[in-house]
């Protein structure tokens, strides 16, 4: 005779699971009943639900769609598949490759509850480990690796670091993550660190700053090339890097498709040595006038700071923490009970993440076709003010390092004379709309932020007009919060489809393989451009949603922006001009990753010609960092460039 407990209702057992999951492993052994009821075969639908109470979900579903049960309870076991490694703290189990990447998805999905998660299991004090005893395992001539595991143990290091104390929950069952990170450190673990990922950041000979080399504009490439794109051997290896295959396939919620790239440790490892330098401030010169005012008074008419400049640095990050939330985090939405999911969803945290997933799902490869291809910038991040620090080795010291293989043993700030420099810009974004008779401006080099040598820029009322080769494009300011631009009923792009919604499938990778095919058979051509040949661009892409198709093919579908090219002009403030020159600023948005390119040139030519024109390409990332090297313009025939890094943040 059965015990009436086995008789209870599964909606009643499932109560109790929910209610206490600790309880799921002692019903599971009590009965086959429970087994059947219960086990993890056989009801998807009781750990969709567990998953969704314990982690957070607004992310996947904005990326791939409607997640089914069977996809959640899948990513349920694997997220406590890496919590579980991570409490038992071997930095050397077999699976700690896999624990990083589910840990680097589980944070680009974060709205709050998988950071506390992550946080209560450990994860902090785990990657600080692996980095500090196992980062230069397989080194190469002295150098770290740039590997899977390297790369994604500097990232988590990043999306760890904390300036101060928060809670996750005002309830006790969730522990609250150590205070101040940075500032619990000592100086010798401090230095030790710079030491460890300083190499990530000065080397760009050696490790990949860009998901493709900067001096492509326009991806991906077509299949069929004449001549396949190359890199200059130097004695750190292969420069530019073309990262082709440097991926991998993550299983993510029963998707087998997805293919993520391996985030590049040189982004990570820049925004962690910034983070370093400025827990502590830059001392003020007594020396200096007190204000500007001041220095007037004294006749100091001449560029250069005052004191009151000096603080200015230290009141603002240029390195900015990943901010942290409560686990209900729609609960500090005012009226969030009253907006749709997916309006919702775009508020979320984790949204801000947007962009750098999707270039890490889209950009593995330069010949990636576009069918998959989903926002990696989104209109108006860089509209405002930015403050940001480059870094300067001395020219003698660094020519040295790149003719040298091996790591100096000494390898360090002092030995690489390394200075640094603050820098500010204020920018405005226009946009090329898909509109008759609209066309972008012809392409260039990366010598001038990929126009064309002869272009010339003319900011009119609410727009931007663009000069080159007797041929004039109009571009119209983009204000965040403004008016839309894109105007379904005037945009080609949607009169040529008949409506605003774009889908692709993933099955279009497959044909779009097999046109590649048929075209290189006829003899048709598209190489990538010169350095002053024009180019044709694809409309950008607006927000995108995915969703599962027939089987478990992925259907992406978004609304058209009517976006066809991106440009950003701006200067230095006047204020800022006066501490540490006038500047004025153009560039462009790569549309294939959203790599942008600046050229900063003196606003006064006259007597500023010994100031240069420098060059900043880089990515921002989490949407508040803007991350990347710097390089000069002054030999411009050589393969590799005096460059280093350099790191902002957006002020207002």
Not at 112 to 135: H, S, T, Y
Not at 202 to 214: D, F, G, T
Not at 359 to 380: E, I, Q, W
Not at 437 to 455: R, V
Request: aromatic residues 10%.
């Amino acid at each position: 005779m059965s015990s009436p407990i086995s008789r209870l209702p599964v909606e009643i057992l499932e109560k109790i699971v929910l209610d206490t999951p600790s309880a799921v492993l002692p019903l599971l052994l009590t009965s086959k009943h429970f087994y059947l009821s219960l086990g993890y075969r056989y009801n998807n639908h009781l750990y969709a639900r567990i998953f969704r109470l314990s982690f957070d979900h607004s992310a996947p579903a904005r990326r791939l769609g409607d997640i089914n049960a069977p996809g959640l309870s899948v990513q349920l076991r694997a997220n406590y598949d890496a919590l579980k490694c991570i409490r038992r703290a071997n930095i050397r189990a077999h699976n700690v490759l896999q624990t990083f990447w589910t840990s680097f998805s589980m944070l680009m999905e974060n709205d709050g509850k998988n950071r506390c998660q992550l946080d209560a299991a450990g994860l902090p004090d785990f990657v600080d480990r692996f980095v500090r005893e196992r980062l230069y395992e397989n080194c190469v001539d002295g150098w770290p690796a740039e590997n899977e595991i390297n790369a994604l143990a500097v990232w988590l290091l990043w999306l760890t670091t904390t300036e101060r104390a928060f809670t996750c929950l005002p309830s006790s069952s969730h522990p609250t993550s150590p205070p101040d990170r940075l500032r619990a450190e000592t100086p010798t673990q401090r230095a030790h660190m710079t030491r460890l990922i300083l190499p990530y950041v000065l080397m760009p000979v050696r490790y990949a700053a860009y998901l493709a080399p900067h001096v492509h504009y326009t991806l991906p490439l077509p299949r069929n090339l004449p001549h396949l794109p190359h890199s200059f051997l130097t004695v750190h290896g292969p420069y530019p890097q073309y990262r082709n295959g440097f991926s991998r396939i993550m299983p993510l919620y029963h998707v087998n498709s997805v293919q993520l790239a391996v985030p590049m440790a040189s982004v990570a490892a820049k925004l962690i040595y910034f983070a370093h330098r400025e827990v502590f401030p830059i001392g003020v010169p007594p020396h200096l006038p007190r204000t500007r005012h001041h220095a007037i008074q004294l006749g100091l008419t001449m560029v250069g700071p005052t004191q009151e400049d000096v603080q200015e640095l230290n009141e603002h990050k240029i390195a900015k923490f990943v901010s942290h939330t409560t686990w209900e985090w729609w609960s500090e939405i005012k009226d969030y009970d009253k907006l749709r999911p997916a309006a919702l969803s775009k508020l979320a945290p984790s949204a801000r993440w947007d962009d750098d997933w999707n270039r890490l799902a889209d950009c593995n490869s330069v010949f990636t076709p576009v069918s998959l291809k989903r926002m990696h910038y989104t209109p108006g991040l860089l509209t405002g003010l930015w403050q940001g620090r480059m870094l300067h080795p001395d020219d003698s010291l660094y020519a040295n390092i790149l003719q040298t293989p091996q790591m100096p043993t000494s390898f360090n700030e002092q030995s690489m004379g390394l200075t640094a420099a603050p820098v500010f810009m204020r920018l405005r974004e226009y946009h090329c709309m898909d509109v008759e008779p609209n066309q972008p401006a012809t392409s260039g080099g990366i010598q001038n932020a990929w126009f064309h040598s002869s272009a010339r820029f003319q900011e009119v009322t609410h727009g931007l007009a663009i000069t080159c080769q007797e041929r004039t494009s109009f571009y119209d300011e983009y204000v965040v919060g403004g008016p839309d631009l894109h105007d379904e009923s005037k945009c080609r792009g949607c009169e040529y489809r008949g409506t605003s919604e774009m889908i692709f499938r993933e099955d279009d990778v497959r044909y779009l393989g097999v046109l590649d095919e048929v075209l290189a058979d006829e003899g048709i051509e598209d190489v990538e451009d010169d350095e002053d040949e024009g180019m044709d661009d694809d409309p950008s892409d607006g927000d995108a949603e995915m969703a599962s198709g027939d089987g478990n093919e992925l259907v992406i579908t978004r609304k058209c922006d009517g976006i066809l090219d991106t440009v950003l002009v701006g200067e230095t403030d006047l204020r800022h001009g006066q501490a540490w020159h006038n500047y004025k600023f153009y560039g462009r948005v790569r549309e294939w990753d959203g790599l942008i390119a600046l050229i900063r040139v003196p606003s006064h030519p006259v007597g500023g010609t010994a100031l240069g024109v420098w060059i900043f390409t880089g990515y921002v990332v989490g949407g508040q960092n803007f991350v990347g090297n710097w390089r000069t313009t002054t030999h411009p025939g050589e393969p590799v460039t005096f460059e280093s890094a350099f790191a902002m943040s957006k002020r207002e």
